[in-house]
Each structure stands twice: as C-alpha cells, then as structure tokens.
C-alpha cells in the first residue's frame, strides 16, 4: 500500500507539496510556495516570514518530523522530487535541510541556481545558492537527470518524463511503487512549442497502466486557447504599428515567450532589451548548451538598471557582453528601434527612458494568479498611466486546457485520479464524471491509500 497526503496545492493554484510513502521510503513531490496564502499573512518588505517556525505556525509549511534546517531530529523524508523550476513548486525547499536530496532536470537546476543567485531578500542561511566574492556556493544536495533516466530510492523507482510548460526543465513523473505506478503530471501543456513531448508523456504513463494519476487542473476555468505561434504573429502586429517604444511584461522563467520576443524584435528591424536577470539566465542556460540566442548578438541588448551598487552575477554579464549593454539613456535615444522588456519593478527606470508618446506596453503574462510573482496590477497601471503607456494584453497559457485535461485523464486510465493545483477541483471532478475512473478531489493534510 502507498499512502499519499496533499499538503498543497489543494482548491489552489500552486503550493503543491505531496508525501508519498512507501514501505520505508518516504519522498515528497514538490516543495512550493503559495503566494496566495503567504500574501493573507505577510506584507513584504515591511513583515515576511523570516524562518520556517512562521510557516509551520500558520499552516503553509507542513508538520513533517525532521525535514527543516532547525529541526534536530532525523530526517524523515529520503528525497524531494521537483517537477519543473516555478516558485510555486520549488521554493518553500529553501526551508529544508541541505542533506536531503532534491531530484530534477538538468535544466531545472540551472534555471533554480540562476534565479536564486540573481534574487535577493532572503537570509544566508536560507538562500538555496549565493555567489559570494570569489565563489559560487550551493549548500543544496542536487541529483538530476535526464528524460527517460530511471533512479531507484528505497522502495520506489523514479522515471521522469519530459513535459512543456511555460519553463525549461519540466517533467512529470511515473513511479513504480510496492503498491503499484502513481504518475505525477506537475504542469503541463498539449498547445505549446512542445506539445509533443507532453504528448510523449501520456503515451509512456498509459503504457505503465497506473494505479493513480496526480493531475493537474489550472486552466479548468479561464482556458486560454492562443498558442505561442499565434502570440508571436499578435504581437509582431502590435510593434508593426508601434512608431516609438515598444515595452513588454513576460515571466522570466517564460524562455519561450523571451524567444517569441526575440524574433518578433528581429523581424521589425528592432532589438531586444532584455533584463539584466533574463540575461544571467540565459548565459547560464546556454553554458549547458539550451539553445535560446547569442548574448552578443547584434539584435540584443542588455538593460542596465540606474543603482549603486553592482552584484558579481552582473558583473560576470557586464564584463563578458559590455558592447551589448544599454542604459536607461542609451533606451531613450534609441526608442523606434527597442522593444525593452521592463517588468513592474523596472518602473522607477522610466524617469531616465522617458517614454515618448506614441510608445506602448505589452503584457504578456499569466492570469491574475502567478506562478512567478503576482503582478501587482492597479500600480502598473497608474505607472502606465503615467506614461502615457496604452496595454495590449496577449498572452499563452502554460496549461493544458480543459479538453486536453479530459484526454490526459482517458488515455492514461489510472483507476484513481487525484486532481490538484486547481481553484475548482468539483467543477473539474463533475466534468470528469463521464470518464471511467474515480476522480478525487483531495482534501489537504488528509491521507489517501492507493493499492
Ligand atoms: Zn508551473
């Protein structure tokens, strides 16, 4: 018998954290954080959760017997297993022992690592890496793999699967058990740049015929249906017609949509300003040979923000790109000729770009919900606003939509269907009912047996 507990993601998107244990093993299944839950608490930067006693406290981090950094006791927890490298699926790890293995893609790891070593506001002793003076120091125990590579832990055999979603580095997971094969699907897309390798994924969890199928549900409700070619032909239209400046608002895990940008940039004659942040990613990602572009190339340029004082991460793309660099001053002589991706947090930088009028903002992000970072939408707008900035919104969901959803669940069979990551887990288990099998929409903290 294996027994699964939900502590997240549950009537909620994002936050997933699933034990499963197994004889004497015991794995968790995600380890993330939900912005939501966090944001009825905390108001950062003025009170945020400073260690884990405050999670635990209020319910967002689960009570499990020595799996934190100030808990003495063992570990009872043998591994964490990620399935892509979102916030709401990874983050909250940086509360757990540095001794427990986590288990990732390749990809997943560098796209954690860039991020978290571009990012600040947490503790040392709670930063997942950290690049100091003269080294880079990750304190996590990472174990990663490729598609296809099978890992045994204890009881369990791992067998992870590639998906596409709205990140490099996803994948959904069959695991063999004593008491049968459980799939995971983290978060998938079937309309995506690489649909085929969701569609990869089904096959291979169908032919394991599992006893139970983890699935996600986001777009039950709000399906978009665009794909990221149609968002590459709506936006190449926009800044067809844009005369000035063209600035975009897209997700820095989204590589995709940073690509879409890239051509869409290229094909108007114009060049990509990327972010700082996006360009360390992309220098790291293109280290592990993940093909996106060359940071040198003549088509991008590297936004610096106007501040004091400059981190060794960006001085390690400031000294190996200089020619690419462009500051806030350089954007603004040049505004018929950018497109400059500027998030929310870029703003104070409009008083040096000074947009001119005819220019405009593109918002190409999800849904109000965020698996990065909520943005916040009533102060864009009054920033906006004040520009003189009109919003075009298009953007492609990183989900599978509801009829993809219904033929994931049929071709895979498992005899149980646990749905998670969704707002409206009865809307979904009603559409569903058709289908031969039990859909169970799990209530959290409570623990379900599979056999
Ligand atoms: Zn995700």
Not at 1 to 24: Q, S
Not at 180 to 202: C, K, N, Q, W
Not at 226 to 247: F, G, H, M, N, Q
Request: charge should be negative.
């Amino acid at each position: 018998m294996v027994k699964l507990t939900f502590h997240g993601g549950v009537g909620e998107i994002g936050g997933n954290k699933i034990l499963l244990e197994d004889e004497n093993t015991s794995i968790l299944l995600d380890f993330g954080k939900n912005f939501e839950k966090e944001r009825r608490y905390y108001d950062e930067p003025y009170i945020k959760p400073r260690e884990e006693k405050h999670l635990i406290y209020l319910g967002l981090l689960p009570k499990i017997e020595g799996l934190y950094k100030k808990d003495e006791r063992e570990p009872s927890i043998d591994a964490i297993l990620f399935t892509h490298p979102h916030a709401d699926h990874v983050d909250y790890v940086r509360y757990v022992k540095d001794s427990i293995p986590l288990y990732c893609g390749e990809t997943a790891k560098t796209m954690i690592l860039a991020k978290e070593m571009s990012a600040s506001g947490h503790l040392k002793e709670y930063k997942i890496a950290r690049m100091t003076r003269d080294s880079v120091d990750v304190p996590k125990t990472f174990k990663t793999f490729r598609t296809g590579d099978k890992k045994r832990l204890g009881s369990i055999e791992i067998e992870p699967i590639h998906v596409d979603h709205s990140t490099p580095g996803a994948y959904a997971y069959i695991l063999h058990t004593s008491g049968g094969t459980i799939v995971y699907t983290g978060d998938f897309r079937l309309h995506g740049p690489r649909a085929e390798m969701s569609r990869e994924f089904v096959e291979k969890a169908k032919e394991a015929s599992p006893e139970a199928l983890i699935i996600e549900g986001t777009n039950i409700v709000d399906a978009k249906t665009a794909t990221e070619k149609e968002v590459k032909e709506k936006i190449s239209r926009i800044v067809s017609d844009a005369p000035r400046l063209v600035l975009a608002g897209f997700s820095l895990n989204d590589i995709d949509r940073l690509k879409t940008f890239y051509e869409v940039a290229k094909k108007n004659g114009r060049k990509l300003a990327m972010s700082m942040k996006q360009a360390y990613i992309v220098y790291r990602l293109r280290e592990e040979s993940f093909p996106i572009f060359r940071l040198n190339d003549p088509n991008i340029l590297i936004f610096q923000r106007e501040k004091r004082t400059t981190y060794k991460w960006e001085k390690e793309v400031i000294d190996n790109f200089s020619d690419n660099v462009a500051t806030g001053r350089d954007i603004n002589a040049m505004q018929g000729e950018v497109l400059l991706a500027a998030s929310f947090y870029d703003m104070n930088e409009m008083v040096e770009i000074l947009p001119e009028s005819g220019s405009i903002y593109i918002l190409s992000q999800s849904e109000p919900f965020n698996e990065e970072m909520e943005i916040n939408h009533e102060k864009m707008l009054n920033w906006l606003e004040r520009c003189g900035l009109p919003l075009y919104q298009v953007h492609a969901s990183g989900h599978a939509d509801p009829h993809q959803l219904k033929w994931a669940i049929s071709e895979i069979g498992a005899k149980k269907v646990f749905t998670i990551h969704t707002e409206r887990p009865r809307l979904m288990a009603r559409y569903m009912s058709d289908l031969d099998t039990e859909i169970i929409s799990p209530t959290e903290g409570e623990m379900y047996a599979v056999e």
